[in-house]
């Protein structure tokens, strides 16, 4: 019984994004490895309290990928956006992103 009940546990976290979170390294390694160099443009990578962002910029166009410590931050982060009007991002587990096009594509990608 106990058994069954940590696997359920597991598989109900996995669902809700509860574990696997992303390091802004392997985020950017990955992204790296997606889109040719021409498609990336810029990239700026600034940590604060240990959130990471990375600044995608290429054609005038911007995606900008914010990753958190945990799910719980990033969820927190993005509650915190919506409190002051500011909601445009999309959460992916541990890791807000928002700008479109193939950068974002990839970077879902990489996070899921």
């Known amino acids: 019984m106990k058994r069954a009940l940590v696997l359920l546990t597991v598989a109900v ?3 809700c994004g509860g574990s696997g979170t992303r390091s802004a ?3 950017r390694s990955c992204v790296a ?3 040719p160099a021409a498609a990336l443009g ?3 990578v600034s940590t604060v309290e240990g959130v990471t962002t990375l ?3 290429h054609d005038g166009d911007e995606t900008v990928v914010t990753v958190f410590p945990t799910v719980k ?3 927190h982060g993005l509650d915190e956006e919506a409190r002051i009007g500011d909601a445009h991002d999309m959460r992916t587990r541990n ?3 928002g700008g479109g096009g193939a950068i974002e594509a990839a970077v879902v990608a ?3």
Request: proline share 0%.
């Open 13 to 15: 976290l996995a669902g």
């Open 25 to 27: 390294a392997a985020i």
């Open 33 to 35: 490895k997606r889109l």
């Open 42 to 44: 810029r990239t700026t």
């Open 55 to 57: 600044d995608y910029m």
């Open 73 to 75: 931050d990033a969820q």
């Open 95 to 97: 890791v807000l992103h």
């Open 110 to 112: 990489c996070v899921r």
